[in-house]
């Protein structure tokens, strides 16, 4: 009998197949906006920077913090702008550990491509929720991710648990 399973990640297709956008996908949160696919995936607007779940996370919860200002260029924030980034970051960390469990947490910028930034125009900061274990085979060998809820089921817990 075989264990062989599909990977389910429906949410990758419409990256693969679809048209690429030309505008910043983190430029005008300030506002809802229902026309933006992203929008259920915005947890907090505060008010200089905001948080977004990660479309194309590297595990359950990825969050990103993002000033609202377009810039890639982290001594071009306000002193205002680094300090709420820091904080919802903290608050961030606090929400996903009494919601989602991990046992530790990756945070960082990746500052330019060459570091890695997949948007290096417009900096954000990355907090990545981390279980014991969750490093397999199926990154390193397959370039695969799994990721066991969907994307906007963990956006509403996240942002029930915000405030």
Known sequence: MSNDRPLWAPWRIEFITGEKEKRCFLCGKETVNPAWPEENLVIFRG????VILNRYPYNSGHLMIAPYS???DISALTTEERYEIMDLCVKAKEVLQKTIFPDAF????NLGTAAGAGIADHLHMHIVPRW???TNFMPVISDTRCVPQA???TAEVIQANWN
């Open 47 to 50: 008010k200089t920077s905001f």
């Open 70 to 72: 377009h810039t890639g």
């Open 106 to 109: 990756n945070v960082g910028f």
């Open 132 to 134: 014991s274990g969750d």
């Open 151 to 153: 994307l906007e089921a």
